[in-house]
């Protein structure tokens, strides 16, 4: 069975950074796009950014400039790095090979001061 894992996140501060992991129980590196989607409470889950496999990358308006997505292959590993961080990015972060229907369970990011 494949896996995908998240890791990384927590209770961060107004202002403050997060590094979210995301590791696969299989090589990724076949893997053409993956993406880390939010759901804050309440809503709905959305898009936060996605990786293809040639790095090329997308990023929903709310977090350009802020949040940067990086894949490491040879680790199998999918990070999301979050910097000033808002009381809006609050919410559960999956790690998700969409085009193949592949999720994680999540991690909680809490941005609260």
């Known amino acids: 069975q494949v896996q995908l894992v998240e890791s990384g996140g927590g209770l961060v501060q107004p202002g403050g950074s997060l590094r979210l992991t995301c590791a696969a129980s299989v090589t990724i590196f076949n893997l053409r796009t993956l993406a880390w989607y939010r759901q804050a409470p309440g809503k709905q889950r959305d898009l936060v950014a996605s990786?293809?496999?040639?790095?090329?990358?997308n990023y929903a308006d709310s977090v350009k400039g802020r949040f940067t997505i990086s894949r490491d292959n040879a680790k199998n590993l999918v990070f999301l790095q979050m910097n000033g961080l808002q009381a809006e990015d609050t919410g559960v972060y999956y790690c998700s090979a969409p085009n193949m229907d592949l999720w994680g369970k999540g991690t909680l990011v809490t941005v609260s001061s």
């Open positions: 990786i293809t496999s040639q790095f090329s990358t």
